[in-house]
């Protein structure tokens, strides 16, 4: 089985602080993602990945950056964090281009800004 | 953009009984995507539709993609404990990135 692993279950941030969240993919997957989560909002996007140095804006880019040296490795940026960015933070990958494969999904971050 | 609505919310279900959720989107689908998410767990792929009417099942999950492409449902015969959690749709436009509605979150009577 894919194994999407991020690499902190819970963070609690200062506002201003530099945040990084780190998503790790062992399948070889050309895709991936970060939304975010939130009560009666669903899941949104926020950047996207379809190879290596590649990223792609997704739906609420603001006040975020990524990163994707290496093709396992996708790495969201929260350069000043904001109490407005406190949430459940998911990352995913897929093995091709396109939405003809579901989305395996990492165990989240739930991060809070104080 | 597009958007993809899910009703209801919310959904109480006694065990044993049967429920619907429902998904519309603003604008003809190429595909849509169901997804379960346990408690305190995240999103686990379900299943994929891709044609116009296309019925797929799960034992007792059926899935359902309407005639048009702009709408979708699941269903759940005989609800038990182990259903509960939040179902999420996700749909695609443009084979691009795919749009995740609000989800349902279920909860079950014993």
């Known amino acids: 089985d894919v194994k999407v692993t991020q690499s902190s279950r819970y963070l609690v941030k200062r506002t201003g602080e530099k945040v990084f969240l780190e998503c790790v993919q062992d399948m070889d997957h050309e895709n991936m993602f970060w939304y975010r989560q939130d009560p009666g909002l669903g899941l949104r996007l926020i950047y996207f990945s379809y190879d290596v140095k590649m990223k792609e804006k997704g739906d609420i880019p603001e006040g975020y950056s990524v990163s994707r040296e290496k093709k396992e490795r996708f790495s969201l940026i929260l350069e000043s964090a904001s109490t407005n960015q406190t949430s459940m933070y998911l990352c995913?990958?897929?093995?091709?281009?396109?939405?003809?494969?579901?989305?395996?999904f990492g165990s989240g971050t739930r991060l809070t800004v104080v | 953009g597009q958007q993809v609505m899910q009703i209801p919310q919310y959904q109480h279900v006694q065990e044993g009984e049967d429920f619907t959720t429902y998904c519309n989107s603003s604008t003809t689908l190429s595909n849509i995507q169901w997804y379960k998410q346990r408690p305190g767990g995240h999103p686990v792929f379900l299943i994929q539709l891709v044609k116009s009417g296309e019925v797929k099942k799960q034992k007792r999950l059926t899935f359902q993609f309407g005639e048009a492409k702009k709408n979708s449902s699941l269903h759940i015969t005989a609800t038990q404990t182990t259903d509960v959690g939040t179902y999420f749709c996700?749909?695609?436009?443009?084979?691009?990135?795919?749009?995740f509605g609000a989800g349902t979150t279920v909860t079950v009577r014993a």
């Open positions: 996700a749909g695609s436009s443009n084979d691009y990135k795919l749009s």
């Open positions: 995913a990958s897929t093995p091709g281009t396109g939405t003809n494969y579901g989305y395996t």
